[in-house]
């Protein structure tokens, strides 16, 4: 199985930028593909970006496409979310774990970590 450690959140000032990472130990995520999840307070968890298992394709949810990238080393068995111009309502606990193409889908996954904070002031 895999152990997922999520780091890199904090306060940040509207338009700001921050890099989370996803370290995984336990096993190699090599053969997984791999997203990143938010929830914030009083609503559901909600998919965010994807990465194929070779790290060729990509996916964003509409609300993030332009301002965050999504990318991974294999080598390093760390997968990563730059988030460049932040907004109020990107403020969320991100989570990292593996996912089905195209579905999103984390059934079967139970490798969701701590999650990191993620704060945007305005």
């Known amino acids: 199985q895999v152990q997922l450690v999520e780091s890199g959140g904090g306060l940040v000032q509207a338009g700001g930028s921050l890099r989370l990472s996803c370290a995984a130990s336990g096993r190699t995520l090599r053969s997984y593909n791999m997203g990143w999840f938010r929830q914030a307070p009083g609503k559901e968890r909600e998919f965010v970006a994807a990465?194929?298992?070779?790290?060729?394709?990509?996916y964003y949810v509409d609300s993030v496409k332009g301002r965050f990238t999504i990318s991974r080393d294999n080598a390093k068995n760390t997968v990563y979310l730059q988030m460049n111009s932040l907004k109020p309502e990107d403020t969320a606990v991100y989570y990292c774990n593996a996912v089905q193409w195209s579905s999103w889908s984390t059934e079967g996954y139970d490798y969701w970590g701590q999650g990191t904070q993620v704060t945007v002031s305005s």
């Open positions: 990465i194929s298992w070779s790290g060729i394709s990509v």
